[in-house]
């Protein structure tokens, strides 16, 4: 609707998880290394924590999608509240195989067959959980187990956990300890910066096919205050705004057209939870369980 107006050849604020419009700032970049090295090194367990909204998704898209097509065997769980059959049938049938037993047993035996012959043709193959804080302890346990399907020097599946800071609290749980030590690579998200926000909007515009500053000055701090810094949160109130401008036939999107969709969207009351920016983004878990960041 309004992507002629602004001379946009796509849609610069689209929610979903699009690779091509990650922004690569210095903690994205850390993240985004530690997965490919994770996947790559074939490390077993990797876990990525971020505040909801900051890009995990778009995030393992982009290191997925890094790795030469063909090469890498994707099983992308979106939804962790399954009982621990269905949890295996669905990683089965997600890398295209067709289980030929509903027994945990039968089924764990037939991953392991193809697991091995992936790693004789030198294939990676990777499963990753998504809200992985919703996930039930006895989940998490049997999710422990799969990587013990592996050779005598290297992890036959690799294993990324993503989900909110709450996940990060779950593991320091007693009984989850030895999953905690099986971690080898800790990537983070957070909320973005003022300067930030402002690289990002220009850059996902410039991705989408214009270099005119849209927004102004002022209406980029409001859009940064109004989000908190969330990734999320900017595109929803930029692509309603966009929508204003268009039907005000306005060039330049100001300030009031951003406190007006803010007070629409409940911004100034929603309640958000970012965690303080934190120095260390990558860390490499070691064997007590600890990890410095």
């Given at each position: 609707m309004?992507?002629?107006?602004?001379?946009?050849?796509?849609?610069?604020?689209?929610?979903?998880?699009?690779?091509?419009?990650?922004?690569?700032?210095?903690?994205?970049?850390?993240?985004l290394a530690g997965l490919e090295y994770g996947i790559s090194?074939?490390?077993?367990?990797?876990?990525?924590?971020?505040?909801?909204?900051?890009?995990?998704?778009?995030?393992?898209?982009?290191?997925?999608?890094?790795?030469?097509k063909g090469r890498v065997f994707t099983s992308f769980i979106f939804n962790p509240r399954l009982e621990v059959l269905?949890?295996?049938?669905?990683?089965?049938?997600?890398?295209?195989?067709?289980?030929?037993?509903?027994?945990?047993?039968?089924?764990?035996?037939?991953?392991?067959?193809?697991?091995?012959?992936?790693f004789r043709q030198q294939e990676t193959c990777v499963i990753v959980v998504d809200e992985a804080q919703n996930l039930s302890s006895e989940l998490l346990e049997e999710i422990r187990l799969?990587?013990?399907?592996?050779?005598?020097?290297?992890?036959?599946?690799?294993?990324i956990l993503s989900g909110q800071p709450e996940f990060e609290?779950?593991?320091?749980?007693?009984?989850?300890?030895?999953?905690?030590?099986?971690?080898?690579?800790?990537?983070?998200?957070?909320?973005?910066?003022?300067?930030?926000?402002?690289?990002?909007?220009?850059?996902?515009?410039?991705?989408?096919?214009?270099?005119?500053?849209?927004?102004t000055p002022e209406a980029v701090l409001a859009i940064h205050r109004t989000s908190r810094g969330i990734p999320r949160v900017i595109n929803l109130v930029c692509e309603h705004a966009l929508i204003h401008g268009y039907v005000e036939q306005m060039a330049q999107i100001p300030e009031s057209v951003i406190l007006s969709v803010a007070l629409e969207l409940d911004l100034d009351t929603q309640p958000f939870s970012v965690a303080p920016n934190q120095g260390g983004l990558l860390t490499v878990g070691n064997e007590s369980g600890r990890w410095d960041r």
């Open positions: 309004y992507k002629s107006f602004y001379q946009l050849k796509s849609n610069p604020f689209n929610t979903s998880p699009d690779p091509r419009f990650l922004y690569m700032m210095p903690h994205t970049r850390e993240a090194a074939r490390k077993g367990f990797i876990v990525l924590v971020g505040e909801v909204g900051t890009g995990k998704t778009t995030l393992l898209r982009r290191a997925l999608g890094s790795f030469t269905d949890f295996l049938e669905f990683v089965l049938s997600d890398f295209g195989i067709t289980p030929t037993t509903r027994t945990k047993s039968g089924m764990l035996i037939q991953l392991n067959r193809w697991l091995i012959e992936r799969l990587t013990n399907l592996e050779t005598s020097s290297e992890k036959l599946v690799q294993i609290d779950k593991l320091r749980q007693p009984e989850l300890r030895q999953l905690r030590q099986r971690v080898s690579l800790w990537c983070r998200t957070k909320a973005i910066t003022e300067e930030q926000t402002a690289a990002y909007i220009a850059q996902r515009l410039l991705i989408a096919g214009t270099s005119t500053p849209i927004f």
